[in-house]
């Protein structure tokens, strides 16, 4: 009996292992919410993802149990006006590094379970499409006196 529970316990080893090892392309660094004022019910996210994997990853949904949706969005700029478009899906080429930032590409936020305060850690999980989670902590900000970001002030 024992031998087979080895056996069975070194089979799972085997197979789990190439999961986590996929899990870790995708790296998540500089996450962040600027803070909104109270009963806004769209914020913005922002971080940096990197593939430090030798295979595309490709960047299907996100989702948080903090907010009712939470969407990928770039701002494009058509006959000068300045526009939000969301994207289906995000991909990244091994040893990529893409930069969420405002302006540019963000996570749109959208319809919070409860108030966003500056303190908070939200977790917001990526689904790629191979299937894998991989979650990522965001830290809320204070926007401070000037309309500027906290943010800027921690690098």
């Known amino acids: 009996m024992k031998i087979l529970q080895r056996l069975f ?3 799972i080893v085997f197979v789990l292992m190439p999961c986590a090892f996929a899990a870790s392309q995708l790296g998540v660094s500089n996450a962040w919410i600027p803070q909104a004022p109270p009963g806004v019910d769209m ?10 994997g030798d295979a595309p990853v490709s960047i299907l949904a996100a989702q948080s149990d903090r907010f009712l949706t939470v969407t990928v969005h770039q701002t494009v700029i058509e006959n000068g006006v300045s526009r939000m478009r969301e994207l289906n899906h995000l991909e990244i080429a ?3 590094e893409v930069k969420f930032a405002p302006g540019g590409l963000h996570l749109m936020l959208m319809q919070p379970r409860r108030e966003v ?5 939200i977790e917001i999980t990526f689904l ?3 299937g894998q989670r991989v979650p990522a902590m ?13 943010h ?4």
């Open 43 to 52: 914020l913005a996210g922002y971080l940096t993802l990197k593939n430090s």
């Open 94 to 96: 091994p040893g990529e």
């Open 128 to 130: 790629l499409s191979d």
């Open 9 to 11: 316990a070194t089979v």
């Open 152 to 155: 800027q002030h921690h690098h």
């Open 117 to 121: 305060v500056p303190g908070d850690r």
């Open 138 to 150: 965001f830290d809320v900000q204070a926007v401070d006196a000037s309309g500027g970001e906290g």
